[in-house]
């Protein structure tokens, strides 16, 4: 029977096979297919752009700014908006035919660079979807390579916004997007990609990373209040620190007050926001309880990127999109990279509604960035040596709704009183409002902020390594069990995979996208497994 769709880029794809009706994301099937035109174009356009890079001609900025926020816009729960990505599909093929006109030649380039957008476009999308791969193999290596692109576009993009850009990791994104179409790539070769796609993965969330610290200053400890004031508010999730920061400029008093949700609580972590009194503190959890948790808030609330759950209408009227996330029927703020965007449609909608119901009340701390945790090293490093840490388990990556993540919550109430968490994304929520105590004044969760700051997690571990004196890393006191659910999850596993760590654990299930044999080969290469019981798991991690 012919499939209405196919999408297996996310950790709750359906069956653990993939989404063939309906994406349980809520993806419809057509807003699927523009998705993959728009992948495509997105390779066709890079291989444009390699061959002129060959020819030793350069490429504009804003046509890496275009493909790094196309892969963006395709990342799970970004944008729903068929219009939107349709537009974007447009804005590639002008730039493609643009492109085109500067190469000296067009011999050997693929169809998907030559294709002018002609003919019907849900029909061009059934023949260049995931299942044109006919090989499995090569087809789950390719699009492990392109979720991890996904992930390191998501990565850039956020740097751009702050006007820091890397030629070195575009070109790279744009050079290994046109090797998916190539056919003459071994499954060896693409191995070889994939852990070079990791090295790159490290390059551009250093970029981020210097990025952010270098405009907002470096995550210091902070306790962050997770109840309500009295005022109106809005309501900010997503991972995009620029717009919350032109937000916050703008709401300077009007009465109305700013919270983070989810993965923009560590906002609260940078110096820089501190000087705004209106920003109050962070209000809910993972972004899949917003069907609840946004109904209580009563205020407009700011979709900055992913994740996005299909709103109830109770609340949909309140939905505002930015940047390259886009859900039908809600609003969205334009705005370029270098533009100060608008937000006043959502200060004035603000001003009518009630202030938030307060859901929770109480504070929880983070800011464990690499520098905070370097100011702590001579403390952890005698902790270390002492015997009052044992170890560290890296517990970062994604939470999601599946009832098996409640292992993750599980699995760090059972840890041995004398180990500390690392952790970075929305996984944290299962487990960073714990009672876990501290050891020795140091707290016995570090978060070190949002998915986008992984970075810290690979720095921490390196400067540990160097400390220690150890030749190997893997040799170091540190468990990884990280939990993932989409694309930039993926970037982050291949850099570590290309710093030499192995023995990662990752759950709640391996990815759908990885074949029976490409799976033996990690399993084989790094060590990759997936998790067991508790009890299984920690006798393996802790004897």
Not at 51 to 67: F, M, Q, T
Request: charged share 25%; net charge negative; aromatic share 8%.
């Amino acid at each position: 029977m012919e499939t209405k769709m196919f999408c297996y880029q996310c950790q709750e794809t359906a069956g653990c096979k993939g989404c063939t009706v309906v994406g349980v994301c809520g993806k419809k099937p057509d807003v699927a297919a523009m998705q993959d035109l728009l992948v495509y174009a997105s390779r066709g356009l890079s291989a444009v752009t390699t061959a002129l890079r060959r020819e030793g001609k350069p490429v504009d900025v804003r046509v890496n700014h275009l493909i790094t926020s196309n892969l963006f816009t395709t990342i799970t729960n970004a944008n729903f908006n068929r219009e939107s990505i349709e537009a974007r599909v447009r804005a590639t093929l002008d730039a493609k035919k643009e492109q085109l006109a500067r190469l000296d030649s067009t011999a050997n380039l693929p169809e998907a660079a030559l294709w002018d957008g002609s003919g019907d476009w849900e029909e061009k999308a059934r023949t260049v979807g995931v299942l044109s791969t006919e090989n499995e193999d090569i087809r789950s290596l390719r699009e492990l390579i392109t979720y991890g692109l996904k992930g390191l576009s998501a990565y850039s993009k956020h740097a751009n916004v702050l006007l820091r850009d890397d030629e070195e990791v575009d070109a790279f994104i744009q050079r290994a997007l046109a090797a998916t179409l190539d056919d003459s790539l071994s499954a060896d070769d693409l191995v070889a990609l994939t852990l070079e796609t990791g090295r790159y993965g490290v390059q551009g969330m250093a970029l981020l990373d210097k990025a952010n610290t270098g405009t907002y200053g470096n995550p210091e400890i902070t306790r962050v209040n997770i109840g309500v004031g009295k005022n109106p508010g809005i309501l900010v999730s997503g991972h995009d620190l620029r717009d919350l920061e032109m937000l916050l400029e703008q709401t300077r008093g009007t009465g109305v007050d700013v919270y983070t949700h989810s993965e923009m609580l560590p906002a609260h972590y940078y110096p820089a926001f501190r000087k705004y009194p209106n920003f109050v503190g962070n209000y809910g959890n993972a972004w899949w309880k917003q069907k609840e948790e946004f109904d209580a808030f009563n205020g407009p609330i700011l979709m900055t990127t992913n994740c996005i759950v299909p709103p109830k209408d109770s609340y949909k009227d309140r939905l505002y999109t930015t940047g390259t996330a886009g859900y039908p029927g809600c609003r969205h703020i334009p705005g370029e990279i270098g533009e100060t965007k608008d937000f006043s449609p959502l200060i004035e909608h603000a001003k009518r509604c009630a202030p938030p119901v307060e859901i929770e009340n109480g504070q929880i701390t983070g800011g464990f960035a690499h520098a905070q945790v370097f100011a702590l090293a001579d403390k952890i490093v005698e902790a270390v040596k002492s015997g009052a840490i044992r170890k560290f388990v890296v517990m970062g990556g994604c939470d999601g709704r599946a009832p098996s993540r409640s292992y993750y919550t599980e699995f760090a109430r059972a840890l041995p009183r004398n180990t500390v968490i690392l952790t970075a994304g929305c996984a944290k929520y299962r487990y960073n409002k714990l009672a876990l105590g501290e050891i020795g004044g140091i707290p016995r969760v570090l978060d070190a902020g949002q998915c986008n700051d992984s970075y810290s997690l690979a720095v921490i571990a390196l400067k540990l390594q160097e400390i220690f004196g150890l030749e190997d890393i893997d040799d170091l006191p540190i468990v990884y069990n990280i939990a993932w659910y989409e694309q930039k999850a993926v970037i982050v596993l291949l850099a570590l995979l290309s710093l030499g760590i192995r023995n990662i654990h990752l759950g709640p299930t391996l990815p759908a996208f990885l074949s029976p044999h490409v799976a033996e080969v990690l399993v084989e290469k790094f060590g990759i497994a997936g998790i067991g019981t508790l009890e299984e798991d920690m006798k393996q991690f802790f004897g």
